[in-house]
C-alpha cells in the first residue's frame, strides 16, 4: 500500500490533537475539535461531562447494526522536558516519524477514526446501520468518571453496541501484526497481617508479622491458580510493595501491608480466586484483613463475525495477517462490554508509548485510516 499523502486529512488532525496538552483528566479541548468536525456530517453530539472528565458520545443514525469507535483523548504526563528531542505537544515528524506526546496512545487512532467516518459516509451516504464514538479524557487516570459514566448513560436508555472497535496501539513489532479480542481481569488486594510490636532485642515479648506473613507469601506466589485457556494465559499473582516498620532498625513492626495483584482470564472467577487466597491466609493462622478492588473484569470477543471481518480488513489494507491476543493491561473495553459482546481493540505500534519522544511512522497514519475505513465497509456495507 503506498504511503499517506505528505499532508494527509488524518495526519492534518493527529497534529492539532496533539498540540493540546491534554495531560488526564484534562482534554483541553481535543473533544471539542472533533465535535465540530463531525457536527456538520450529521453526527448527533452529546456531551457528558463528570467532574474534571470530559466525555463525548456522538452518534450518526438510529438504525443497526451500531459501530462504535472509541478512545481517549487524555494523555500521560510527558516526564524531564529536557529528556524530549522536541517539545511533547509540538507534533515534530523526523526520520519518518510523527513524534509527540499521544502520537501513538492514542490521538492518531482518533483522528483515523474521524477521518474513516468521513471517508465512509461520502462513499456510502446510504450505508445499512449507524456509527458512533465514545470519547473520553479519563483513560490514562482513575476511570472513574470516562468511559464507564457514558456507559452507565447508554444502559439507562436502553441503547447497545453492536461493534466496539477500540483503538489502543496493540501493534507490537510491525503496524497490523496484533489485534487484541479481550482483556485479562485485574483484581487488588491491600493485605495486612497483624503482629506485636516490640524491641528487637527481646522477640520473645512480640510478634513480628514480617517473619508470620513470609511462609504464607511464599505459598501463594508459588501456586498455579489455574492453567488458562485456548484464548487467555494463566492466572498469575504478584507482590507489587511490602511496607512495615517505624522506621527505626531496633523496632519489631506490629504490622506489614503487603500489596499485590491478579490477572486472571476466563478460566478463574473472581470469587474463587478470593476464597484460594482467603484459605492460605487461614491456614497459616494468620491475624489479618484485606480490602479487595476489582479494576477490571475479564471480557473476551470469539473468532468470529467482528474478529474474523476486522482481520481480514487488516490483511486486505497491510497484506499481514494479525495474532489475534488478549495480552496487555487493562483497557476500556472493560467497560464497553456491558452493553457490547463484540469488541477488538488495534491500533499503532506500542514500543513508544508512555515513554520519553512517543512517535508513530507516518506511513503507518494512513494505513490505520484505511484499515478502519475497510471495517466500516464490511460491517455496514458489504
Not at 496538552?21 to 461531562?49: H, K, N, Y
Not at 493485605?191 to 510490636?197: A, P
Not at 463484540?342 to 499503532?348: A, L, M, N, Y
Request: include cysteine; proline fraction near 5%.
Amino acid at each position: 500500500m503506498a504511503g499517506p499523502r505528505a499532508d494527509s486529512a488524518t495526519l492534518r488532525l493527529a497534529r492539532e490533537l496533539i498540540l493540546r496538552r491534554s495531560i488526564t483528566p484534562d482534554d483541553a479541548g481535543c473533544q471539542e475539535l472533533l465535535a465540530a468536525r463531525l457536527d456538520p456530517v450529521g453526527f448527533a453530539v452529546e456531551r457528558i461531562p463528570c467532574g474534571e472528565v470530559s466525555n463525548l458520545w456522538v452518534r450518526r443514525g438510529r438504525g443497526a447494526p451500531l459501530v462504535c469507535f472509541a478512545g481517549h483523548t487524555d494523555v500521560v504526563p510527558t516526564g524531564p522536558l529536557d529528556q524530549w528531542l522536541s517539545d511533547p505537544f509540538v507534533p515534530t515528524e523526523r526520520d519518518g516519524a510523527l513524534y509527540g506526546r499521544g502520537a501513538a496512545d492514542m490521538k492518531s487512532s482518533i483522528a483515523a477514526f474521524v477521518t474513516a467516518a468521513e471517508s465512509f459516509l461520502t462513499r456510502y451516504p446510504g450505508h445499512r446501520g449507524s456509527i458512533a464514538m465514545l470519547i473520553t479524557s479519563d483513560e490514562e487516570g482513575v476511570a472513574l468518571d470516562g468511559t464507564v459514566r457514558v456507559i452507565e448513560r447508554l444502559k439507562q436508555r436502553g441503547e447497545r453496541i453492536d461493534y466496539a472497535l477500540v483503538g489502543e496501539p496493540t501493534s507490537e513489532l510491525r503496524f497490523g501484526d496484533t489485534v487484541k479480542n479481550g482483556r485479562r481481569g485485574s483484581l487488588s488486594a491491600r493485605l495486612r497481617i497483624r503482629g506485636v510490636q516490640g524491641h528487637v532485642a527481646y522477640p520473645q515479648h512480640a510478634r513480628n508479622p514480617v517473619h508470620l506473613g513470609a511462609p504464607a507469601l511464599a505459598e501463594l506466589a508459588g501456586i498455579e491458580w489455574d492453567r488458562g485457556n485456548e484464548y487467555f494465559p494463566s492466572t498469575t499473582w504478584q507482590v507489587s510493595n511490602v511496607h512495615a516498620g517505624t522506621g527505626a532498625a531496633n523496632v519489631i513492626p506490629g504490622e506489614v501491608e503487603v500489596l499485590c495483584n491478579f490477572r486472571f482470564g476466563t478460566a478463574s472467577s473472581v470469587d474463587e480466586l478470593k476464597r484460594r487466597m482467603h484459605s492460605v491466609l487461614d491456614r497459616h493462622g494468620l491475624d489479618y484483613s484485606i480490602d479487595w478492588t476489582l479494576s477490571a473484569v475479564s471480557f473476551l470477543t470469539p473468532p468470529g463475525d467482528l474478529v474474523d471481518k476486522f482481520s481480514t480488513a487488516i490483511h486486505e489494507v497491510i497484506g499481514i495477517r494479525p495474532d489475534v491476543s488478549t495480552t496487555g493491561g487493562t483497557s476500556d473495553g472493560r467497560f464497553i462490554a456491558e452493553i457490547c459482546d463484540q469488541i477488538v481493540e488495534f491500533g499503532p505500534v506500542n514500543a513508544s508509548i508512555h515513554k520519553l519522544n512517543e512517535h508513530i511512522r507516518i506511513d503507518d497514519i494512513d494505513a490505520l485510516h484505511a484499515v478502519y475505513l475497510r471495517a466500516l465497509e464490511k460491517l455496514l456495507v458489504i
